[in-house]
């Protein structure tokens, strides 16, 4: 059975109308609204916004949020350190790459302790890779941190807004079995990338996927209604075997009901992935 997840954030209202962030005084509150969403897990979130009140952050923390996961049986899978796309490794000076490096470490650390085994790394927007110096850059950021998820075992999954052959190439840069690509299916629809030519690029390094829809050049939409090529992503889904998680990142709409919303958007996915594993109709 396929693995759905949810961003962090997306079962309570927006915390100061901020579209994804750690939900400060609300976390506590989505572990029993997944779990009534039959959703499998939540990705958390380290952003800067939230740092300072991030449960993550200390031993008791950690325990409350172990507390909850036993409680709803809704776990705690994977982290996404937005905390990076306000503090980027790239264009920044040497001694301060070097500290945002040991944040990291830092942060791998506390992952480990929350028993989180994936962490996906943004190099979009603020971070992304604009260029020959910046790709060298992310280079010798994950080759300077993987020594890190090695002894913790956490997988780094990379979210740019690379081309196919040139985020094949970072990959291929970084040959290791802990670094994998994070697909946004909403990222490519905007930037207008052709899914299967994804695939085939590094469609086996795909460590996890992002749910949403987007329109080409533009914002989110609810699934279905943006240019995201859903019948395209999950027949590359059955035709390389993935098998990690779903992590739905869908758009909001002003005013809804958060649960039946994230049904709803659980259904979309797992209703495509059994349209697909169904076995052939008989003659």
Request: charged fraction near 25%; include cysteine.
């Amino acid at each position: 059975m396929a693995i759905v997840s949810i961003m962090q954030g997306r079962l309570v209202p927006p915390v100061e109308g901020r579209f994804q962030s750690f939900p400060r005084g609300l976390w506590d509150q989505e572990f029993e609204l997944a779990a009534a969403a039959k959703l499998d897990a939540i990705e958390w979130i380290y952003d800067e916004f939230g740092c300072d009140v991030n449960p993550l952050a200390t031993d008791a923390g950690i325990e409350s949020v172990r507390e909850r996961v036993r409680r709803t049986g809704v776990a705690v899978r994977s982290l996404c350190a937005d905390y990076f796309m306000d503090h980027p490794f790239v264009r920044v000076a040497v001694d301060e790459w070097r500290h945002r490096i040991d944040v990291l470490s830092w942060l791998l650390a506390r992952c480990r302790a929350m028993a989180v085994g994936r962490v996906v790394l943004p190099f979009v927007d603020a971070s992304r890779i604009a260029d020959t110096s910046d790709f060298d850059r992310v280079v010798a950021t994950l080759k300077a941190i993987l020594p890190t998820a090695e002894r913790l075992n956490i997988e780094l999954d990379l979210e740019t807004d690379l081309a196919p052959a040139r985020f094949a190439e970072l990959l291929t840069e970084l040959d290791h079995p802990l670094v994998r690509a994070n697909y946004d299916s909403g990222n490519s629809a905007s930037l207008g990338y052709d899914v299967h030519e994804e695939f085939v690029a590094y469609g086996p390094r795909i460590g996890s996927i992002h749910i949403k829809d987007r329109l080409r050049g533009g914002g989110t939409t609810p699934l279905g209604s943006g240019n995201a090529d859903f019948d395209a992503l999950f027949d590359c889904v059955e035709q390389f075997g993935y098998s990690g998680d779903f992590v739905l990142q869908v758009a909001r709409p002003q005013a809804t009901d958060e649960v039946s919303w994230a049904k709803a958007n659980r259904e979309f996915v797992l209703e495509r992935l059994a349209r697909r594993n169904a076995p052939p109709a008989a003659n």
